[in-house]
């Protein structure tokens, strides 16, 4: 597993900023097994470090963080990176049209013998300090949400009729992520948004989109990589292209791979035969994987 603060180190991150995570970790580590369990692993690096520098203000701030931004931008590998980093316990919550606040916060049932509280997810990382991960939190209806807002804001609690009231840990962050912009996505409204810093998350720049290509591809030659990094540039979906890239490896040619990943998500005929020009004038489709391996 990556030191996470020695790579924001050598990515040039504010020591300031730093050593506010260090005595963040220091004033509320995680505590026992099933916390320690819950931390994410870093093995995926997010890169961009004015981002990285907004998010941990936001964080230190006391401020919880709303990631917006189009698909395949690191939203979630961002989140998961900064729960790791503050070294807290994360829950992640997928939100969803049909969920209602009892989903969030928790019911009461029945176990055979009696009436017991199961608590939900918001409810848990609220009382244990954890990193509640808001995943695509715009998809939910705003009744369900509205049990969030005391919790979010500088009440710092959650007092729904029926529950026990609860303070919200002082370590508790709550990260949303949410899309925009194509078929599908909804706004959020502003009674919840305007309860989150927000970060409009930016594509991944070139240097840094080589940079991770060479970490997880070790093996590639550099002048493919930079060819792959180009066509990124043209606003290509990330997660395809490194799918792609990896069914290169498994033997695919980057033709197929390509057409697989990338150009077959899209469902309008024309629109695919324009992505397909996009590559084709970069990458040669017999390309295989002596090529693009060394
Ligand atoms: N700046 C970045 N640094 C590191 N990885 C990145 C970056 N931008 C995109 N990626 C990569 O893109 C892929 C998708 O990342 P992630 O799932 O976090 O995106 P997302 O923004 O949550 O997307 P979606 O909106 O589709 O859920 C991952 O492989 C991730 O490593
Ligand atoms: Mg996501």
Redesign the pocket.
Known sequence: MTDIIEFLKKEGVSSDLLEGVSAFRAAYPADGEKQEGRVPLTD?????KKVWEEALAALLAGKNLLLC?P???????LADDLASCFHRPAWNISFHISMDASWLIGADTFDGNRVVFRPGPVWLCAKEGGFGILDEVNMARNEALAVLHSALDHRRMIDVPGYEKIDVHPAARFIG?M?YGYAGTRDLNEALSSRFVILQ?PT?SET?LER?LAARFPGMKGKIRSQFAEISERALD??GL?DAIALTEKGIKAGDALEMCVVNKTFDKYERSLIRDVIGARIPADLGRNEIFG
């Open positions: 995926i690096l997010y890169y961009g931004g698909k395949a931008t690191g939203k979630n590998v992520t899309n998350m991944i840094d991770l990330l997660r490194l």
